[in-house]
């Protein structure tokens, strides 16, 4: 599967974006589909992720009531809506894709697939 993030941009704190992962090659709904971000001259960390069974979601705490993950199998697209912004949110996001992640969905390593960033800039 090949993966496409867009989306990123420049936004004040308090507001709000919406990235998109769209998938190509082998449909979404295959995958366990995960959201990663890496701040500048920080680890890449986990965001958020929508799971291939049940679609059941888990977030970081960072983010958790902020963001939400979404996954539309028409558009064969992942989603990301990002609210309440923080500075502390500008970081390059990943969009992944995991064949089979059970307890690991957080670890970067559980994911067999990854699309290029796209940049989101939180100003104060």
């Known amino acids: 599967v090949q993966l496409q993030a867009y989306g990123g941009g420049l936004v004040q704190a308090g507001g709000s974006l919406r990235l998109s992962c769209a998938a190509s090659?082998?449909?979404?709904?295959?995958?366990?589909m995960g959201w990663f971000r890496q701040a500048p001259g920080k680890e890449r960390e986990f965001v958020a992720a929508?799971?291939?069974?049940?679609?059941?979601?888990h977030y970081a705490d960072s983010v958790k009531s902020r963001f939400t993950v979404s996954r539309d199998n028409t558009k064969n697209t992942v989603y990301l809506q990002m609210n309440s912004l923080k500075p502390a949110d500008t970081a390059v996001y990943y969009c992944?894709?995991?064949?089979?992640?059970?307890?690991?969905?957080?670890?970067?390593?559980?994911?067999?697939?990854w699309g290029q960033g796209t940049l989101v800039t939180v100003s104060s």
């Open positions: 929508i799971r291939r069974s049940g679609g059941t979601t």
């Open positions: 992944a894709a995991g064949n089979s992640i059970l307890s690991s969905i957080g670890t970067s390593r559980a994911y067999d697939y």
């Open positions: 090659g082998r449909p979404v709904s295959s995958y366990t």
